[in-house]
């Protein structure tokens, strides 16, 4: 098995260097930038399997480096943790909104970071059986990675695609936040259930210029459920 490489993108020396030293014992690659244009330099000579990106950065701001790479289809599948001092409620929808797939708030324990990477990495490696799934003109194959609406390819980030993976293959039923974080991102007692949201709204958007948001429909009061009936 190859080591999974992290991109620490943090401006204090000290935090980085505690981050450096903690994960380097996870048996981690370690690379580092003080700032998003060595980051983009470092991520286009070696892309890593996850960035740790802090909030407050000198230049580009953590948030705005997530949206850019999030633009990118080049580094849009790369997971992003963002780092922040904020606790703000507020402040964490923002975040993952940039496309961040995690958020953790300083000052935060290694062990709880280490078991968040642990969730994200496994999470990436990719759907083993090759299926190619079809509904109402959307279809998803699993070997390629690939998504058609109305046969034309839409572009899905990997928490997006293993989440329409699992509607896609459990139509019908209703779903609640729990059953889906145990199921698309695996038990994990650290994300939270408003995660789950998110990333359905994300997936919404997604799907809305084909129209394909209409099947998945929220059951108030019960969670989500992926159907074409009403
Ligand atoms: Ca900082």
Do not use: C
């Not at 507020?90 to 993952?96: A, I, R, S, T």
């Not at 980030?157 to 209703?174: A, Q, S």
């Not at 695996?186 to 948001?213: A, M, Q």
């Amino acid at each position: 098995m190859t080591t999974p490489t992290i991109l620490i993108v943090e401006d204090e020396s000290a935090v980085r260097q505690m981050l450096r030293f903690a994960l380097q014992q996870q048996d981690l690659n370690i690379i580092e930038a003080v700032e998003t244009i060595k980051a983009e330099q470092l991520i286009s000579q070696n892309p890593p399997d996850l960035i740790l990106l802090d909030w407050m950065l000198p230049g580009k701001s953590g948030i705005e480096f997530a949206r850019q790479l999030k633009r990118n289809p080049d580094t849009q599948n790369i997971p992003i943790i963002m780092l922040t001092a904020r606790g703000e409620e507020n402040d964490k929808v923002q975040g993952l909104e940039s496309g961040a797939d995690d958020y953790i708030t300083k000052p935060f324990s290694t062990r709880e970071l280490i078991a968040r990477i642990r969730v994200i990495l496994r999470r990436t490696t990719p759907i083993t059986n090759d299926e190619k799934i079809e509904m109402e003109g959307l279809s998803l194959d699993t070997a390629t990675h690939r998504v058609l609406a109305n046969k034309k390819p839409i572009e899905l980030g990997p928490t997006e695609f293993r989440l329409l993976h699992f509607f896609m293959t459990h139509t019908e039923r209703v779903y609640n936040r729990t059953q889906l974080l145990d199921q698309v991102w695996g038990s994990n007692v650290y994300i939270e259930e408003r995660t789950v949201d998110v990333h359905i709204r994300r997936l919404r958007k997604i799907l809305e210029p084909s129209k394909h948001d209409s099947l998945l429909q929220t059951v108030r009061g019960a969670g989500y459920r992926f159907s074409s009936g009403e």
